[in-house]
């Protein structure tokens, strides 16, 4: 079992940049493939990014690929999305999710966290 606490979100203006932070417990976290999701106003939640468990690997929805960068640190129990360039149409709740499979974690995650809202003005 790994649980899940998001740290970071906030308001920020368009252009500028948010670090979220994912703080992880639970025996089985290094082996857990990572990542994070987010849920717009009204609409579905949608992949973001993964990460393996070494964090050797990412792999980013195109709608952040150059903007957002995945990593974690396995000797904190933390991964970490910082948020570049940052658009109004990134406003969503932010989930930090995980999961024993590489594949599952992009798809249908095992563990969430509770979320954070982040907030862009234009």
């Known amino acids: 079992q790994v649980q899940l606490v998001e740290s970071g979100g906030g308001l920020v203006q368009a252009g500028g940049s948010l670090r979220l932070s994912c703080a992880a417990s639970?025996?089985?976290?290094?082996?857990?493939?990572m990542g994070w999701f987010r849920q717009a106003p009204g609409k579905d939640r949608e992949f973001v990014a993964r990460?393996?468990?070494?964090?050797?690997?990412?792999y980013y929805a195109n709608s952040v690929k150059g903007r957002f960068t995945i990593s974690r640190d396995n000797a904190k129990n933390t991964v970490y999305l910082q948020m570049n360039s940052l658009k109004p149409e990134d406003t969503a709740v932010y989930y930090c999710?995980?999961?024993?499979?590489?594949?599952?974690?992009?798809?249908?995650?095992?563990?969430w966290g509770q979320g954070t809202q982040v907030t862009v003005s234009s």
């Open positions: 639970g025996r089985t976290y290094t082996s857990n493939a």
């Open positions: 990460i393996t468990g070494s964090g050797g690997y990412s």
């Open positions: 999710v995980g999961d024993p499979s590489i594949s599952a974690v992009v798809t249908a995650p095992r563990y």
